[in-house]
């Protein structure tokens, strides 16, 4: 099996952090003030973020990681 090398794995760890930032930022301003219910819940996005890292980790070559 193919691992990522360690500049695959950077550049999915930041897009990963990014995207996180954005959708916890988004259900922050939306869901309580405009009455807007959404699916999840604050802080869902950051714990499935941590295990989604873990694995790209685990899926990165030993050297690079």
């Given at each position: 099996?193919?691992?990522f090398?360690?500049?695959?794995?950077?550049?999915?760890?930041?897009?990963?952090?990014?995207?996180?930032?954005?959708?916890?930022?988004?259900?922050?301003?939306?869901?309580?003030?405009?009455?807007?219910?959404?699916?999840?819940?604050?802080?869902?996005?950051?714990?499935?973020?941590?295990?989604?890292?873990?694995k790209?980790?685990?899926?990165?070559?030993?050297?690079?990681?």
């Open positions: 099996m193919k691992k090398n360690g500049f695959e794995n950077h550049l999915i760890q930041e897009a990963l952090k990014l995207y996180i930032e954005n959708a916890e930022k988004e259900i922050a301003d939306q869901a309580p003030s405009k009455g807007k219910r959404f699916m999840f819940a604050p802080g869902y996005f950051t714990m499935i973020g941590k295990d989604l890292s873990y790209i980790d685990n899926m990165t070559l030993k050297k690079d990681r």
